[in-house]
C-alpha cells in the first residue's frame, strides 16, 4: 500500500545509455529529461495535445526542481551501485 503522503511526489526515474548517457524523471504532469553533462534539457508537459513541444522556458521553476531530483537520484544511484557491499 501506498503512503498517502507521498501522493504530489511519485516519480519515475530513467536512464537511456548513449555515449553520454540521457537521464530523465516521469512525474505525474511533466516528464523532463538531459544529458547527464547537463545539456539538451527538455520538459514536456504530459497532458498537452502536443507533448512534442518543450515547455521548458515557460515552466523553469518546475524544470528546476525536476532537474535537482533527477541529478539527486542519478548520483545516488551512482554512490549506491560502488559502495554497496556485494552479499552472497
Known amino acids: 500500500m501506498r503512503d498517502s503522503r507521498f501522493d504530489k511526489q511519485r516519480y519515475a526515474f530513467t536512464i537511456v545509455h548513449y555515449s553520454i548517457p540521457e537521464i530523465g524523471l516521469?512525474?505525474?504532469?511533466?516528464?523532463?529529461?538531459?544529458?547527464?553533462?547537463?545539456?539538451?534539457?527538455?520538459l514536456v508537459d504530459a497532458h498537452s495535445a502536443t507533448p512534442e513541444?518543450?515547455?521548458?522556458?515557460?515552466?523553469?521553476?518546475?524544470?528546476?526542481?525536476?532537474?535537482?531530483?533527477?541529478?539527486?537520484?542519478?548520483?545516488?544511484?551512482k554512490y549506491m551501485r560502488y559502495h554497496n557491499p556485494h552479499q552472497p
Do not use: C, W
Open 26 to 42: 516521469i512525474g505525474k504532469d511533466y516528464y523532463f529529461r538531459m544529458r547527464e553533462d547537463g545539456s539538451n534539457k527538455l
Open 53 to 77: 513541444n518543450n515547455v521548458l522556458a515557460a515552466h523553469p521553476k518546475i524544470a528546476a526542481q525536476m532537474e535537482a531530483l533527477t541529478r539527486g537520484i542519478h548520483e545516488t544511484a
